[in-house]
């Protein structure tokens, strides 16, 4: 028969925010909204191999994220907004005891777009135009012998896009 063998593992995730949002309204056309949320994050993962192998690795992260927008309504069907945003994901313990940490990853999105109801309500379409710069953007993958999955963090990416959508009422 095959040699068999055990893996204990024990994950401990922890993880707590505060955040609020203002808008102020300065007229009757124009909106102005801004968010901040502090988090921190941790990750404890412990393994206990049975032919003798054992490990602990831990991650830890805090972060101030936020977002700010512009609101512009010139009438009652349409709403064009700017918005800048931070987005955070926290980093953590990959699976094999040699592996690297899991860096948090960081996004900053700038995107503009526009809301609309066309024909008396009986159609909404909405549109953006959008660009995403990541620092240690987190990605899955597979490695080593055997084959074993892990994330592994990209220094820098970016993505840019656009969006149309229609509903028809």
């Given at each position: 028969t095959a040699p068999t063998s055990t893996t204990q593992t024990r994950a401990i995730n922890f993880s707590r925010s505060v955040f609020?949002?203002?808008g102020w309204q300065f007229n009757e056309q124009w909106k102005i909204i801004g968010g901040l949320r502090y988090t921190e994050d941790s990750q404890e993962y412990r393994r206990i191999?049975?032919?003798?192998?054992?490990?602990?690795?831990?991650?830890e992260s805090s972060v101030t994220t936020g977002?700010?927008?512009?609101?512009y309504t010139p009438n009652d069907n349409l709403l064009i907004?700017?918005?800048y945003a931070k987005g955070y994901k926290a980093g953590g313990v990959n699976l094999g005891v040699l592996d690297p940490p899991i860096l948090p990853e960081t996004n900053y999105v700038t995107e503009l777009g526009f809301k609309s109801?066309?024909?008396d309500g009986q159609l909404r379409l909405n549109g953006a135009v959008y660009s995403s710069q990541y620092k240690n953007i987190q990605l899955g993958s597979v490695q080593g012998?055997?084959?074993a999955p892990i994330i592994?963090?990209?220094?820098?990416?970016?993505?840019?896009?656009?969006e149309l959508e229609a509903t028809a009422i």
């Open positions: 609020g949002q203002v191999i049975n032919a003798g192998g054992t490990g602990t690795g831990r991650a977002r700010f927008a512009v609101n907004y700017l918005s109801t066309l024909f012998s055997p084959a592994l963090n990209v220094p820098k990416s970016e993505i840019f896009g656009a």
